[in-house]
């Protein structure tokens, strides 16, 4: 079982990478877990081999766009169907994109989108927020307290 977090950009904000290297030691105690950035240009929408990149990093996975037109989740229903996936398809792989999002053409080939919040969030905060969703999902499902 492998969950990933691909970001179609770069987090340079050492804040922020702090904070995404505590959430990664965090999953990694519940479920084999990776992060990854791909570089793209963060001026423009995405060229057709960054999504070929994108969509060959969650090969043979069940792939998650995050997307403002996607479904939202309580924390506990997310952790439910998160639950439900991972023991059905073993390996998920969540999207963010950049600035221009994912493109339709990729949104087409995922086998779901979720949106984090009706609200347009920059990538690096969906980033955290999506980490932290994540993060309590497993505790909810392992019964941990972090969630109450």
């Known amino acids: 079982m492998k969950l990933t977090i691909v970001l ?20 990694n105690s519940f479920v084999n877990f990776e992060f990854r950035e791909l570089k793209v240009a963060e001026d423009l929408p995405l060229k057709d081999k960054e999504i070929v990149k994108l969509f060959e990093l969650g090969k043979d996975s069940f792939k998650i766009a995050m997307d403002l037109e996607g479904e939202s989740y309580t924390s506990e229903s997310f952790a439910n169907f998160l639950n439900e996936t991972l023991n059905i398809k073993k390996n998920v792989v969540f999207y ?28 690096k905060v969906a980033l955290l927020v999506l980490f932290e969703q994540i993060y309590r999902a497993f505790t909810i499902i392992s019964g941990h307290p972090y969630h109450k």
Do not use: E, P
């Not at 340079?12 to 965090?26: G, L, S």
């Open 96 to 123: 963010i994109g950049g600035a221009f999002g994912l493109g339709k053409q990729f949104l087409s080939r995922c086998d779901k989108l979720i949106s984090l919040s009706r609200m347009t969030m920059a990538h």
């Open 8 to 27: 179609a950009g770069k987090v340079k904000d050492n804040d922020y990478q702090r904070i995404i290297n505590d959430y990664a030691t965090r999953l």
